[in-house]
């Protein structure tokens, strides 16, 4: 059981890297997100 939760974040951690293609590019989008965040509060 243990392990099928595993294998499962596993391959959604997965899925989120290759959709940002690098952890560089997932730190891009995150920041991206906060700016419009911000600004959406100004």
């Not at 595993?6 to 920041?31: H, Q």
């Amino acid at each position: 059981m243990t392990n099928r939760i595993w294998l499962a974040l596993l391959l959604a951690i997965s899925a989120v890297t290759a959709g940002c293609n690098t952890m560089e590019g997932a730190g891009k989008d995150i920041e991206r997100g906060g700016e419009k965040i911000q600004n959406q509060a100004k």
